[in-house]
């Protein structure tokens, strides 16, 4: 009981604390987030009937370029954003991922495959019931035994420089 009364204390002098930084976590040292984006004032326009729809993700009439304006108060190029295309530096990684030809709805397709897959293989009756996760069982046959992997390619004569040790 003396033990429990002491900590009770303890605790009680600690809430009686008269230091308030410790209940406010801002600092005057580190650097403030929002100062380093410039921000124009806001401006309240003679008629708000003329004033455009609202474009989500898009610009306004206040920050009509929010993404240049960061980049360039980061130091950056802006003008460089709009660039378009592949990289000097890809070019060749991209032409041989494309040499086979480019699919414009992989993902769909994917999307459609694998949900077909997942309802052949997918949870039996008691599992449903059961609200149990299938996902790994649905796709063992396809995982990959990382170290049997690597194993065979080692008794094949391959050089893995970079493979863990055994």
């Known amino acids: ?5 002491l900590t ?3 605790l009680a002098m600690a809430g009686c604390s008269g230091s ?10 580190g650097p403030e987030e929002f100062a380093i984006v410039p921000t124009r004032p806001l401006e309240l326009p003679t008629d708000l009937a003329q004033l455009p ?24 190029n802006a003008a ?23 699919m414009p709805n992989v993902r769909q397709v994917t999307a459609e495959e694998d949900a077909a897959y997942r309802r052949r293989h997918g949870r039996r009756p008691l599992e449903a019931l059961a609200q149990s996760n299938v996902y790994y ?3 063992k046959p396809q995982s990959l035994d990382s170290q049997a992997e690597l194993e065979r390619w080692r008794r ?5 420089p970079s493979a863990p040790p055994n």
Do not use: E
């Open 1 to 5: 009981m003396r033990a429990v009364l």
């Open 8 to 10: 009770f204390c303890a």
């Open 20 to 29: 308030g930084k410790l209940m406010t976590l801002a600092s005057d040292d």
């Open 53 to 76: 729809a609202p474009t989500p993700g898009g610009t306004n009439i206040t920050d009509p370029a929010p993404n240049a304006d960061a980049v360039a108060a980061l130091g950056g």
């Open 80 to 102: 460089q954003l709009g660039a378009q295309g592949v990289g000097a530096g890809d070019g060749a990684l991209i032409a041989r991922a494309t040499r086979g030809g480019v």
């Open 137 to 139: 069982r649905a796709y």
């Open 156 to 160: 094949a004569g391959a050089r893995i």
